[in-house]
């Protein structure tokens, strides 16, 4: 397990304020980073390394699916739950990848594989995922323009707090200690946001309608696949109980992963006036998380969040590589660079949002 300590990188004076970080060239400071990562090779496509990943992913999920209809008529069946909700988030991971065209440079090729792995087999929508994304990368941790960061079951500012009454309000108070709680949820929220984006009028604005009932039907056909699978290799109640298992698990190692990526990371917003330039603006808003070869497969390689958003289509192995050369760099400028060990970023992640809730504490 890493430290849970945290190295911020920073010059003996204070980091870069808002006010500062206007006055830098929207640009400037990563023209030189993005050089060099292009001169060492890092933004060249892995398609060989993400072909063995994808093809040793399909095979354990064969294994699992023969072994539940081998052990479907005992209890036993259900240790597989757990098995098939990490393989499952092995596939999200890679279905992010191909969303950020890491894979190959093909975009055609890219949403096929991306088809596969987010509509097919987890039952979740490109494209509704990658036009939430896309936003969230542009605008990482910014109020009114990161959909991430939007007041929902949960908020991330005391500003958002305000006004929250009733069962919100009781949410908001305690939204520290029900947060992982929740993230067990995320697997189904996922599913249920992408049948809604994409049978609900109006929702395929950005696609032509062939694109749409190509998605359509293969959120069906996971629907019906999973549904099939489960009621064929086993009862109806523990069929019911696997994928209960399955969907939380799965939610859980999801928000495991994502969880420490922002929260508790500066968060601009319109009345700031924020004019970061790329690197600051991707670089103040992230957290990385110290680790290795475990934490890297743990996490989908979304443990290097800042190279991962400096560097979108940077392949996941080559993100370690570029990690040296991005945190000389900021050294070099004086902006702070965020790493810390996974149960620290935790601690940090709940630590901010227990501070979001003390002003509804102190008027409870």
């Not at 030189?32 to 060249?44: D, I, K």
Request: aromatic fraction near 8%; hydrophobic fraction near 45%; charged fraction near 15%.
């Amino acid at each position: 397990m890493p430290q849970a300590t945290a190295t911020v990188v920073a010059p003996a004076s204070a980091p870069p304020t808002r006010t500062a970080g206007a006055r830098q060239s929207a640009g400037s400071d990563f023209a030189p980073l993005l050089r060099t990562v292009r001169e060492q090779g890092l933004l060249e496509r892995r398609t060989g390394w993400y072909a063995r990943g994808i093809t040793m992913n399909l095979l354990a999920l064969a294994t699992v699916i023969t072994c539940m209809a081998m052990l479907g008529g005992s209890w036993w069946v259900l240790v597989l739950a757990p098995l098939l909700s990490v393989l499952s988030a092995r596939t999200a991971f890679f279905g992010h990848d191909a969303g950020h065209t890491q894979i190959t440079g093909d975009r055609r090729k890219s949403r096929l594989v991306q088809l596969v792995h987010a509509n097919l087999l987890l039952g979740m929508s490109q494209e509704w995922w990658n036009d939430k994304h896309n936003r969230h990368h542009a605008h990482p941790n910014h109020v009114d323009k990161d959909p991430d960061v939007a007041a929902d079951i949960l908020v991330f500012t005391q500003r958002q707090a305000v006004g929250r009454a009733g069962i919100r309000g009781w949410l908001t108070r305690h939204q520290a200690w029900l947060f992982f709680p929740l993230t067990t949820l995320e697997g189904i929220a996922l599913k249920i946001y992408g049948f809604r984006a994409v049978f609900s009028t109006g929702a395929g604005d950005r696609q032509s309608g062939r694109q749409r009932t190509v998605e359509g039907l293969l959120l069906v056909a996971h629907l019906v696949a999973y549904a099939t699978l489960l009621l064929t290799t086993m009862p109806l109640g523990r069929a019911l109980l696997f994928a209960l298992i399955h969907q939380l698990l799965l939610g859980l190692h999801l928000g495991m992963a994502f969880a420490p990526n922002h929260k508790g990371m500066e968060m601009p917003d319109e009345e700031s006036g924020e004019r970061w330039g790329h690197l600051r603006r991707q670089v103040l808003t992230s957290r990385n998380i110290r680790g290795g070869p475990v934490t890297d497969w743990f996490l989908g390689g979304l443990n290097y969040q800042i190279e991962h958003h400096l560097f979108p289509s940077m392949p996941r192995p080559h993100l370690r590589l570029a990690q040296p050369l991005v945190r000389t760099h900021c050294r070099s400028l004086g902006v702070s660079y965020t790493e810390t060990g996974l149960i620290e970023s935790y601690r940090q992640a709940l630590g901010h949002m227990h501070e979001v809730g003390e002003p509804l504490r102190a008027d409870a």
